[in-house]
Structure formats: C-alpha cells, structure tokens
C-alpha cells in the first residue's frame, strides 16, 4: 500500500500515466466498498442460481409415477426425437417421397399442374371409416412440392429441391436453412410450373420455366460430399395448419407430369415412402398414383428448421440465462452508487481536486465498474447454459442444440451486456446524481420495458418489436441462437425468445445509450460545480 | 400518535417532489393503461383481449414503479439527508414513528391509487367499446356496478397501498433510497420474468404464487384462466406477508441499529 501510495505521488509524466493512476484510484474506491464487492458476489450467485432453479421441474407427464401420485424413477424424455441439418440445427423432416436411385451427373425435370390441400380446423384423424371427416379445403402457405434430390432417406440428410408452394410461388430450397425465390405467382392446369434441377458433381442448380422452354435460374446449391448414388424424385409436404385459435393437420396433393431424368442412369422403378413418419402421428398417411410420366403425389410434414415455437414442444439451451436480469438490476444499483455515493458524502470534492480531468475521472470509473460487472456477469452466466441444458434434458424436455462457438457468445455477450447496463447506470448517477431517481430510470427503460414487451405479453406484437429495437433492453437480443426464418411459418414472437434485432445489433443498441449517457454525464460533469 | 402523524405528514407533504410523483402515479397509471386499450383493436377474434377489467387496469404495472418511490423517499430520503438522527431525537419512539410513517404513506397512496383507478377504469370505459370491445361481440360494458370489477378496482387500490407499504419497510431495512428502490423494483417485476422462462410449468406456477406482483395482481383477473396460479384474495395475501415482513425487517433494523 505504501509503495503504491509512494508511487502515486512521486507520479509524473505521460496522459497513460495519470490515467493509470485514475484508474487505480477508482479501483481502490471500489474494492475498498465491502457492500459493493458483496453485491457482485451476490449478481453472479442470483444469476447462477436463479438460471438453474429455472431450467429445474419436471414437465408435465414426463415423470414415471406410482399409483399413488409419488414420482418413480427419474423422468424420461417425453418428446418425439428430432432430427439434426447438416448445419448442426434442429429440423422438421417429413415429407411424402416417390423416389429412384439416380448415378452420376445428370438431370431431373417435371411439370407440375396442380397444388392443393385441406386442413382439420378442429378434430385432426377421425376415428372410423373417414378419418378426414374433419378435414376442409384450403392450401397451407408454406405446402411444398416439387422435385428433391438427397444421399438418403434418413431424416436430417442435405437435399435440395425445387418446388412450388401454397401462397409463395417457386422455391429453390436446400439444407433447410436456405431458400431463393422463382416464379411467382400460383400453380394451375392453365399456369403450369415447369421445375428442374441439374446436378454436377456436388452441385445441384434449380431452374423454373413457365413453358418448359425458356429456362431461369433460380439458385444452386453445393452438397459437400455428395454420393454417387444419389436419392431423386417428387415429393409433397404441408406443414401443421396454426392460427390464433388452435393447430391442426394438413396435407397437400401435387399433380405433375412430363416426368424425365435425363443423363443420369436410373436403377430400379418409381417407389413411395414416407420420410420422417414418426413426425406425422396425427397425419393422414399421404401416397402417390402413376400413369406413365404423370403422378399424383400426397403428402404432408415439412422440410424446414424448426425452433421454439413450432409444433415441436422444446426449449432453448439458454432458457435460465434471463436470470441476467437478477444479476443486472445488482450492477445497475452499484453503477449508479459508484458515482452518487460520491456526491452524497462529498468524496467527489477531494476527487475533482485531486484529479481536475472530470471526463476522464468519469472515464476510469466506466472502466472500474464495467470490467467488475463482466466478470460478475461472466461468473454468473457460465455454468447456467451447460448445466441449465442439462437439467432441461434430465426433465424430458427437447433443447434445440446450441454449438459450442454460440454457448460462447452467449454467455460473454450478457456478461457484456451486463458490463455495459453498469457503465450505462454510471451515467445516469453522473447525469442525475440522485441515486434513487437514477436507478428508477435506468430500471425503468430496461427492466420494465423487457417486462411490458414480454412476459406481460398485452401490448400488440408491432409495439412490442418497437420497444425491443430502440430501448436498451434489446440487448437481450445477444441472448437468442435460434434463427428466425422468413421461409417457415413458425410463432417468431419475443415470448418465444425471437428478438427483432440481430444478437449483435441489439447489443449494440445498449452501447449506443451508454455512449449517449457518458457524452452528456461528460459534459454536465464539466459545466457543472461538483 | 398524533404529533407522530402531524410530524410525518409534514415531512412528506414539504418534500418538494411528493405532490409531483403522487400526480405522477395517475398520469402513469391512466396513460399507461390507456395507451394499451388504445393499440388493442377487437377486429379478429385471435386479437381481443378476454379480460376487460384486467385491460384497463394494465397501467398499475407502471404505476406501481412511482407509488414504489415515492415510499422509497418517504424513509430512505431521511437517511440521505441526515434527517433521521433529528426525527429520532424528537420523536425517540421508533416503531411509533414508523407506524406514524406508514399511516402517513397509506394515506397518499390510497389517495393517488382511487383516483389512478377511477382514471383507469373511466379511460378503459371510454376507450375500450371504440375497439369493437362491444356487447355485440360479446363484451358487457365496464362498469363498478359490476362485482368482479369493482372488486379488481377496489383490490388494485388495496394492491398500491401493500406496495407502498413493501417498499417502505425495504426502505427502512436498507436505510439507503438507492439500494430500496433497487430491491423493491427486482422484487416486483423479476418474479414475473423469471416464471416466463422456467423449465417446466410447475415451476413457474410456484413463481407465480409466491412473487408479490404476480400473486397480488391475480386480484384484477375477471375472467380468462380456467387455472388462476393463485386466487385473488389469497393473492393479495401473498403481497401483505410480503409486505409485513418487510416492515418487520424494518422495524428491527430501526430498532437495533443506529440511525
């Protein structure tokens, strides 16, 4: 301490120097709090702890029970198993498939006439003879049919497809994940659709065409590794019908004809086969018809990544980590201290005196409290994703998978978005310097804001997109891993952990209004008598 | 007591910030609700809202934030400004003068809780039928003449005044406004949050009965849930124990600490 002290004095010299100093005077002020120290303790306990006691509980109906009511044995997963893309993420994949061996480069070629599909609003199978009695006409947006080639028939296998849809015109689509746009425009007997994909290597290149003569390019896509023998064929596939009031089955039937495969040599006859028929309990059993190059193809499932609020029960790896909030509000309280304790017992006089750089003693406070909440933050988040994930699986939930590289990201991103929510406090205290009104705001437009937007869920889902942009509790953002995508028709709502800001960008958002805050609390600090 | 009362009553009514953060607690509360009734319109039956009662009364999510500071200050402001040791010498009777206190506090809040209700639920009145929530499409008109919403009405007054008197024993336990309002705010509105994300439904059923905002909220549920977490009576049970411990924790610390 002495050295220290010696050190300081005897200080002269260089801008790094003093603000060397600056921040081991601020260091000094903040590990010298006991109350302050204690509550980061206390910010990464209640994150830890509040993260698991979330993720623990069994699901409803998953835990064995004796007669008796008590639980037996451990709870067993009560999902169905869930394929996995080529790209690590969890997948639907069900689909009727009228399929041949196809060897080597080559082509496939089709003309579709006809989409249609029904729907059971309420009912679903009905028990007896007509098991669509339930079942009305109407075509789900997203119902899919068209052409696919595949290495095999295993739920999760690459593919890429060509393919008309419901309400969205011709679609290139392979690996789930990915979707470009051809024709527009509904498919009819007097608007046929003529589909192919030519396959060159591990390349497979998707063409449409209005008249089967003049040809355009929709997109291509690139199969690493693709066999020589390769799975092709028509397919038909009509995601669960879901509205406000309820979900039900679907299906769709594609007529196609002017079938050809020219190229490639073809072994075997035309077979039908449901891919991913333990998705489609609850479906009819779909099935094809041929005459010569004309088909009739019915089925129902879909080809799509899959996410939590699909059809499929499941739950994001990081589902405890929005106990951050219990850690934030801690470091929210300490950031604004760290600056109004000074005013209120008048430190901030000798402070000033001591080092008259205001924007710079406010610089190296930022520094002290935004490198102590990260590593609170950083303490906190860590073991609630692995051991959070964990604990949901040993309940019987599904978690939708999470890679290593984004368990990273996520959990150094709300250390950060912790680190920047107490520099963002620290501000306001400057701005303010009332300690109560301070935290009441800062709280106010991250807290309650989050609050209004999600778990309260009355305010209309465009109000809702606002406030998660433009206040600062879009940082939350850094928090989701499961895409949101335009191509499947899935509830992407806050309550379903989908944000309207990408990760990074609502971190972003949260550092832009601590940026503001620290240029005004700078500028005030200058004008102002301390 | 009385000199207790007269003494606090003072304090607060001199505060130049009481008489704004008390019109604050209407305005908050009123526009707050207001402006949700006003962006949900009943045109499809997925948008409408079941619940009335509870609709208009949305702002008491907000209001309930300055009705929180305004008990917050009514203690911990003393401890800022050193007041308290000359409170303490004139009036050495500590649980009398935190009774005089809450009394005090009870009596703004009840105050600027009717006339936040009686906003709200008027707004809602005017504002709602606007929406399509007409009684052709199935929505009686609010009224208090009703029981369940003058029950929700009367319960939510009763909710803000529980709530000032929470963040008033908080605030006497922590002795610093800063650390109160931060307590109170994470007690409030965490509970709520946390139950959105729980792994399994029973855990967040367990939230939602035991968090003082969660449980004491279900008073202005009319209709809607066929399974409540918790009833509404008993809910408001839940905030008055968390309440009373708080002033209990209060109390002692007054009691066995220096001012």
Redesign the interface.
């Known amino acids: 301490m002495s050295a220290a002290a010696t050190q300081e004095r005897s200080g002269t010299g260089t801008e790094q120097d003093s603000f060397g100093r600056l921040l081991h005077a601020e260091w000094t002020k903040f590990r010298t709090v006991r109350g302050w120290v204690i509550a980061m303790v206390v910010a990464a306990a209640v994150t830890a702890g509040v993260g698991l006691y979330a993720a623990s509980g069994p699901q409803a109906g998953c835990q064995p029970v004796t007669p008796s009511g008590q639980p037996a044995g451990p709870p067993g997963p009560c999902h169905p198993s869930v394929p996995v893309g080529p790209g690590g993420e969890a997948v639907s994949d069900s689909f009727y498939f009228v399929h041949q061996t196809l060897r080597g480069n080559g082509s496939i070629t089709v003309r579709v006439t006809s989409l249609t599909g029904r729907y059971s609003p309420n009912g679903g199978i009905a028990p007896g003879p007509d098991p669509a009695k339930n079942f009305v006409a109407g075509i789900q947006s997203w119902a899919k049919a068209g052409i696919l080639i595949t290495p095999g028939t295993r739920p999760g296998s690459p593919y890429a497809a060509m393919m008309v849809t419901g309400h969205h015109g011709v679609r290139m689509q392979d690996n789930y994940t990915q979707d470009a746009p051809g024709l527009p425009g509904a498919v009819s007997a007097a608007s046929p659709r003529w589909l192919r994909l030519v396959r060159a290597g591990d390349t497979l290149t998707g063409y449409d065409s209005a008249g089967g003569t003049r040809w355009t390019l929709v997109g291509s896509a690139s199969l690493a590794g693709l066999p020589a023998a390769v799975q092709a064929g028509l397919f038909a596939a009509s995601p669960a019908w879901v509205s406000g009031e309820g979900s039900g089955p679907s299906e769709a039937t594609a007529i196609f004809d002017h079938l050809s495969t020219p190229g490639a040599r073809s072994a075997g006859g035309w077979r039908g086969q449901n891919v991913g028929a333990d998705e489609q309990q609850g479906s009819l059993p779909g099935g094809f018809h041929q005459a010569g190059a004309a088909f009739t193809v019915t089925g129902s499932g879909d080809i799509a990544p899959t996410g939590p609020g699909s059809v499929l029960p499941g739950k994001p790896a990081d589902d405890g980590l929005v106990a951050a909030f219990a850690g934030l509000i801690v470091v929210i309280v300490v950031g604004v201290m760290f600056i109004t304790a000074e005013y209120r017992r008048g430190l901030i006089r000798a402070t000033f005196t001591a080092s008259p750089g205001r924007a710079r003693v406010l610089a190296a406070k930022a520094v002290v409290i935004g490198l102590a909440s990260f590593a609170a933050g950083l303490i906190g988040a860590a073991p609630v994703v692995p051991f959070g994930e964990r604990l949901l699986r040993y309940h019987g939930n599904y978690v939708f998978p999470m890679s290593a590289l984004t368990e990273v990201r996520v959990v150094a991103g709300t250390a950060a978005l912790l680190a920047v929510a107490a520099v963002f406090a620290l501000a306001a205290g400057a701005i303010l310097r009332h300690g109560a009104g301070a935290i009441t705001v800062v709280l106010a437009l991250i807290v309650v804001t989050y609050f209004f937007s999600v778990p309260l869920a009355v305010l209309p889902a465009g109000a809702a997109d606002w406030l998660l942009r433009v206040t600062p509790a879009a940082g939350f953002a850094i928090q989701q891993y499961v895409p949101a995508y335009p191509q499947v028709n899935n509830a992407y709502t806050p309550q379903n952990g989908y944000f309207p800001l990408a990760p990074w960008a609502g971190l972003a958002v949260v550092c832009a209004w601590a940026a503001l805050a620290l240029c005004l609390a700078a500028v005030l600090l200058r004008r102002r008598d301390a | 007591m009385s000199r207790a009362l007269h003494a606090e009553w003072t304090k607060l009514r001199t505060l130049p910030g009481t008489g704004w953060l008390l019109l604050g607690v209407v305005a908050v509360t009123v526009i707050a609700g207001a402006t949700?009734s006003a962006?949900?319109s009943c045109t499809?039956?997925?948008?409408c809202?079941p619940d009335l009662t509870r609709?208009s009364l949305?702002g008491t999510?907000?209001g309930q934030?300055v009705v929180a500071?305004v008990a917050?200050?009514a203690a911990?402001g003393e401890y800022?400004t050193g007041m308290i040791a000359t409170t303490l010498s004139a009036m050495p009777r500590r649980t009398t003068m935190l009774a005089a206190k809450a009394a005090v506090v009870t009596a703004v809040t009840l105050a600027a809780g009717t006339a936040a209700v009686l906003g709200s639920v008027l707004a809602g009145w005017l504002i709602l039928p606007g929406q399509g929530y007409t009684p052709a499409n199935g929505y009686p008109a609010l009224s208090l003449a009703d029981g369940t919403v003058l029950r929700a009405a009367a319960g939510t007054v009763l909710y803000l005044v529980l709530i000032a008197l929470l963040s008033l024993g908080v605030a006497t336990a922590m002795r610093?406004?800063?650390?109160?309002?931060?307590s109170v705010?994470?007690l409030l509105?965490?509970f709520?949050?946390?139950?959105?994300?729980?792994?399994?439904?029973?855990?967040a059923r367990h939230l939602q009965q035991i968090g003082p905002m969660t449980a004491g909220l279900e008073i202005q549920v009319s209709t809607g849930l066929r399974h409540p977490p918790i009833g509404p009576w008993a809910g408001l049970g839940v905030l008055a124990a968390w309440a009373a411990a708080a002033l209990l924790a209060g109390t002692l610390v007054l009691r066995v600490r220096d001012a």
Request: proline residues 5%; aromatic residues 4%.
């Open positions: 949700v962006s949900l499809s039956s997925a948008g809202h609709l949305t999510d907000l934030a500071i917050v200050l911990g800022a610093d406004s800063a650390v109160a309002i931060g705010l994470g509105y965490l709520p949050i946390f139950a959105q994300v729980a792994g399994s439904p029973g855990v």
